[in-house]
């Protein structure tokens, strides 16, 4: 490669990522000039290098998004992360950047849907539980941590939160069946179009996908991640019903709740 001056070191990678990252090599630009001569051809040489990068980048995608790559299919499934790619090119070192934009995007570019449970929203929705996933995988969580009691209910100072790593969501689909076939190396289901609250959770270093009923899920959602006293969410989520109820079925729960990793002391 040419020497450069160091004021245009940031110009050349900018020209390189560019060129790896476009979709076809009559968009390179004038990369291909910055390489060092060589038998090879410059756009030969950009062309290989430009494969070998979008296949990892594929690979990667395919990896943090497992369940919709077997949904979709693996050829689907990559006409649509090329897609991402060239909209979206990566712009951080790390991989786990990479898939962050994709849900928002599948949901972008979906098309017009008829409301709740349309098959069109489907990828985006999966897309969005999946990423949650793998970012319960990676962010601090209840490991190490000394668990709350397990009356705390019962007190009424005590306070409760939700780790980083739990994630209460809302979907149009009951993904459930799909995820357990995927891991387990199965044919996958086809989801069921039927609302469902879940929450991604991590306990004892493994993800799990949790189902909700509407009280526990909204208690979960009145505790959050910055914290809250437990009785006055159990009293947020009961929303008009009977709070001593819904206080009654969290007090049975939360030993397994603590247990599974999606509430900690706050």
């Known amino acids: ?37 060589s038998p090879m051809s410059p756009e030969r040489r950009l062309s290989l290098y430009a494969r070998g990068y979008r296949a990892r980048l594929l690979d990667s995608l395919r990896h943090e998004y497992p369940a919709l790559c077997a949904l979709m299919g693996p050829t689907v499934f990559d006409l649509f ?119 991604v959770a991590r306990g004892d270093w493994r993800v799990r996908l949790h189902t909700l009923g509407p009280g526990r899920f909204a208690w979960l959602q009145a505790l959050g991640h910055d914290g809250a006293s437990a009785q006055a969410a159990a009293a947020t989520a009961a929303r008009g019903e009977d709070p001593g109820r819904l206080l009654a079925d969290l007090i049975l729960w939360l030993p397994l709740a603590i247990q599974a990793g999606l509430v900690i002391a706050d």
């Open 1 to 37: 490669m040419p020497d450069l001056p160091t004021s245009n070191l940031a110009s050349l990678q900018t020209a390189l990522h560019q060129a790896v990252t476009a979709p076809r090599p009559e968009t390179w630009g004038p990369a291909g000039a910055l390489l060092a001569p």
């Open 81 to 199: 992360a090329e897609g991402y790619i060239a909209t979206c090119p990566p712009s951080s070192p790390s991989l786990h950047e990479l898939g962050a934009r994709f849900p928002a995007w599948l949901e972008e570019t979906q098309p017009p849907t008829d409301g709740p449970g349309a098959d069109e929203a489907m990828p985006a929705q999966l897309a969005r539980l999946e990423r949650a996933w793998s970012g319960a995988l990676r962010a601090q969580g209840p490991e190490g941590l000394t668990p709350p009691p397990a009356d705390l209910l019962l007190q009424p100072a005590g306070r409760l939160r939700l780790p980083q790593t739990t994630v209460p969501m809302r979907l149009d689909f009951d993904f459930a069946p799909l995820l357990a076939a995927v891991a387990d190396g199965d044919p996958p289901p086809t989801p069921q179009p039927r609302p469902t609250l879940v929450a």
